[in-house]
C-alpha cells in the first residue's frame, strides 16, 4: 500500500528562503508565475541573515573611480581565473542595480556624509566597494527581502525539508519531503524548480555555517542528474574564532580587516608582509588562510593554533559602531573586549565555490525545468570567493532564476507528470533509519565524516590525503544508509540528520573526487604535492555527474574563451594596494 501525503500545487517552486530564494520568488512573482517558497526553519532564519561584512557592488560612492570593469577584473583575479566569465560579467554590471533596488524596498545601509550608500574596503577588491549595515549586513538584506516577498504575494511554507526532486522523463515536476515538526510527507507540484538552498559548510568539523548548510539542494541535484563543478573548491576563510572551544569556526568578519585589523604572529610580527607585501591584510581568503597555517605550522601560531587580529588603534567608539556584532560576539562568547585586546583567529570552512553548473543568463541547470541560485549554484567565482561577493550573487543571480524560471513554467501548458514510483522509493529511504536493523548512529557517523573531510580535504592537500579521505568518505557513506534511529517521524532530529547524511557524504565524495582530479594549486585548493598553478588546468572546470551505472564520474570540461573585450578589461584594470585604500581610510601603514 502507498504512504499518504499531501500534494500542493504551484508554477514555480523555490527551495530555499535565504537571499536567493527571497530574491528569486520576487522576481517570479513579479513575472506573474504562481510562487511557493519552502525552507527547513523559520522565515528570515536563513544562513544569509548572518552575513556580516557587506554586500559587494561597484556603485562608487566613496571611490569614484570604481566600476563594473574593476569589479569584474578583482572577482577573475581572486577566482583564479576560473570563473564563468560571463557570470562575472554580468554580475558586476547589475549588483549596483540589485543594492539599490534593495534600498528602495526599504534597507536602511550606513551612510557617506553626503547621505549615499557608504561603502568599505575588503580582501582583493581594488576600491571600496562592501555597501554594509555596520556587521549585520545580511539581518537587513533578509529583512528588506522577506518583508517585499510577502507583500507581493509569494507563498511560504516554513520547517518543511525536501529530499527528492521528482522528475517526469527528463524534466522537472516538483519536489518531495516532510514537514519537519509532525514528519508528515508532502510533494509540492512545480512546473520549475529553483534551488536556492546554500551551502554544505557542515561537511567540515570547523565552520562558520549553520546547521542548515548540509548541501541538500545540491546533492539532490546531482541525483536528478544535474552536473556539479569546482566541487574541489571550498573555502577557509582565514578568521574563525578558535577559543574557547565551544565557539571554535564562529566567523570574525573581514570587516575587522577591512576596518584596518592587523595580523600579527606570536612572535608580534605582520606577517602579512612576507606573503603578500602588495595586499598585505586585504589579500584574499585563500591567501590569507595559507599565510597563517604556514605561521602556525612554522611553530609562530598563537596558543591555541592560530594568528592574533588586533583593531584596537581604530578606537572603541568606532570599533562599536563599525562592528558591533564582533564587539559584542567576543564579549559575551570570549570574555574579551576587543577595544582593547586582539582576537585569537584560525582558519574555519566558509563557503562553497563550487555547485550546480548553470546557464549563465537564466540560472538553468542541466536539468529541463531546474534551476539554481546563490551559494548552491557553480561558477561565479570560481577557486575563491571574494568577500562581498556572495551577497551581491544572491541578488543578481536570484532575480534571473526566478526571471526564468517562471518564463520556462508559463510557457508549460499543464503540470509535469508525477511519478509515483519515484516518490514511494524516497519514502522507503526517508523510512528506513526507523526499520534498519542495528543499532549505527546518525550523529556518530557524521562526526566521521566531518573529520575526513577535515584531514582528508582540509586546507592543505596531498594525493596521500585525498585517497585516505576518499576510503574513510565511502565508508561514512555505506554506514549513513544503515543508520537505526529511535522514535517516530515526529519532532525526530536524529531521523531529520539520518537523511541529511545521504546528501553530506555525496557532496564529500564528490569534493574529494575532483579534488584529486586537479593536480594543482589554485585558489581555495591547495595541494603541496602540486604546489603551483598548471596553465592547462587553468582553462578547464571539473566536472561531477551521476554516471547510468548509479556511480559518480568526472571528467574535465573546458571553460569557454574569453572574448577579446574582456581580456582588454583585465589588461587595464589596476590590482588593488594595501596601502592606498588604508590611507583613503585615514590609516597610515
Ligand atoms: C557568518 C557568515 C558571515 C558572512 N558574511 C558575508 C558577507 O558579509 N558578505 C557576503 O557576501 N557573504 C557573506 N557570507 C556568505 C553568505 O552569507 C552566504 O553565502 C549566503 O547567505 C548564502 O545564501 P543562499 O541564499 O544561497 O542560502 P542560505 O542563506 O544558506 O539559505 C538556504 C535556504 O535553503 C533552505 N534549505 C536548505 N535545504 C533545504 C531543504 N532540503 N528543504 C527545504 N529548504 C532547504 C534553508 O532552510 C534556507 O532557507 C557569510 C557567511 C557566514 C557564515
Not at 114 to 120: K, L, N
Not at 419 to 443: C, S
Request: glycine share 12%; with cysteine.
Amino acid at each position: 500500500m502507498s504512504t499518504p501525503y499531501e500534494t500542493i500545487t504551484t508554477d514555480v517552486l523555490i527551495i530555499g528562503a535565504g537571499g536567493a530564494g527571497l530574491r528569486a520568488a520576487i522576481a517570479s512573482q513579479a513575472a506573474g508565475a504562481k510562487t511557493t517558497l519552502v525552507c527547513k526553519s523559520l522565515l528570515g532564519k536563513a544562513h544569509t541573515v548572518m552575513a556580516e561584512g557587506g554586500i559587494a557592488c561597484a556603485l562608487g560612492n566613496v571611490d569614484k573611480e570604481d566600476s563594473w570593469k574593476a569589479h569584474f577584473a578583482d572577482t577573475m583575479r581572486g577566482g583564479g581565473m576560473l570563473n564563468q566569465w560571463r557570470m562575472v560579467e554580468l554580475f558586476a554590471k547589475e549588483a549596483p542595480e540589485r543594492v539599490l533596488e534593495l534600498e528602495q524596498w526599504g534597507a536602511v545601509f550606513d551612510r557617506t556624509p553626503e547621505g549615499y550608500i557608504s561603502q568599505r574596503p575588503f580582501g582583493a577588491h581594488s576600491y571600496r566597494r562592501l555597501a554594509h549595515v555596520g556587521d549585520r549586513t545580511g539581518l537587513e538584506l533578509i529583512r528588506t527581502l522577506q518583508d517585499h516577498a510577502v507583500r507581493v504575494g509569494v507563498e511560504v511554507y516554513m520547517e518543511y525539508t525536501l529530499t527528492r526532486l521528482v522528475k517526469d522523463g527528463e524534466r522537472i515536476a516538483g519536489a518531495f519531503g516532510y514537514r519537519r515538526d509532525d514528519g508528515r510527507y508532502v510533494l509540492f507540484r512545480a512546473k520549475a524548480v529553483i534551488l536556492a538552498t546554500g551551502g554544505w559548510g557542515k561537511l567540515y568539523q570547523v565552520t562558520s555555517n549553520s546547521w542548515e548548510s548540509t548541501g541538500d539542494g545540491c546533492a539532490m541535484a546531482y541525483e536528478a542528474g544535474a552536473e556539479l563543478i569546482d566541487m574541489e573548491m571550498v573555502q577557509f576563510h582565514p578568521t574563525g574564532m578558535v577559543w574557547p572551544p565551544g565557539v571554535k569556526g564562529i566567523l570574525v568578519t573581514e570587516a575587522v580587516r577591512g576596518e584596518g585589523g592587523l595580523l600579527r604572529n606570536a612572535n608580534g610580527e605582520r606577517f602579512m608582509e612576507k606573503y603578500d607585501p602588495v595586499k598585505m591584510e586585504l589579500s584574499s581568503r585563500d591567501v590569507v588562510a595559507r599565510s597563517i597555517y604556514k605561521e602556525v605550522q612554522a611553530g609562530r601560531g598563537s596558543p591555541h593554533g592560530g594568528a592574533w587580529l588586533d583593531v584596537t588603534h581604530r578606537g572603541g567608539d568606532y570599533i562599536r559602531r563599525k562592528l558591533p556584532s564582533m564587539y559584542e560576539q567576543f564579549l559575551k562568547l570570549a570574555d574579551i573586549d576587543i577595544t582593547k585586546e586582539p582576537m585569537e583567529v584560525a582558519p574555519t570552512i566558509h563557503y562553497a565555490m563550487g555547485g550546480v553548473k548553470t546557464t549563465p543568463e537564466t540560472g538553468a541547470s542541466t536539468v529541463a525545468g531546474l534551476y539554481a541560485a546563490g551559494e548552491v549554484a557553480g561558477g561565479l567565482h570560481g577557486a575563491n570567493r571574494l568577500g562581498g561577493n556572495s551577497l551581491s550573487d544572491l541578488l543578481v543571480f536570484g532575480a534571473r532564476a526566478g526571471y526564468y524560471a517562471a518564463e520556462y513554467a508559463q510557457k508549460l501548458t499543464e503540470h509535469p507528470r508525477v511519478d509515483e514510483a519515484q516518490i514511494q522509493d524516497e519514502v522507503r529511504t526517508l523510512e528506513a533509519p526507523l526499520t534498519n536493523p542495528g543499532v549505527g548512529n546518525p550523529y556518530a557517523v557524521m562526526e566521521d565524516l566531518q573529520k575526513a573531510m577535515q584531514e582528508g580535504a582540509g586546507i592543505a592537500r596531498t594525493e596521500a590525503s585525498l585517497k585516505k579521505g576518499l576510503e574513510r568518505v565511502l565508508e561514512s557513506q555505506g554506514r549513513a544508509s544503515r543508520v537505526r534511529v529511535a522514535g517516530t517521524r515526529a519532532f525526530n532530529p536524529a531521523w531529520n540528520t539520518a537523511r541529511d547524511l545521504l546528501f553530506m557524504t555525496r557532496l564529500a565524495e564528490a569534493i574529494v573526487r575532483s579534488a584529486l582530479e586537479r593536480k594543482e594549486s589554485r585558489g581555495g585548493h591547495w595541494r603541496t604535492d602540486f604546489p603551483d598553478r598548471v596553465d592547462g588546468l587553468g582553462k578547464v572546470n571539473i566536472v561531477a555527474f551521476k554516471q547510468p551505472d548509479g556511480k559518480m564520474g568526472i571528467k574535465q570540461v573546458p571553460l569557454a574563451p574569453m572574448p577579446e573585450a574582456l581580456t582588454k578589461v583585465l589588461e587595464v584594470a589596476k590590482p588593488p594596494e594595501y596601502r592606498e585604500i588604508m590611507a583613503k581610510q585615514g590609516l597610515k601603514q
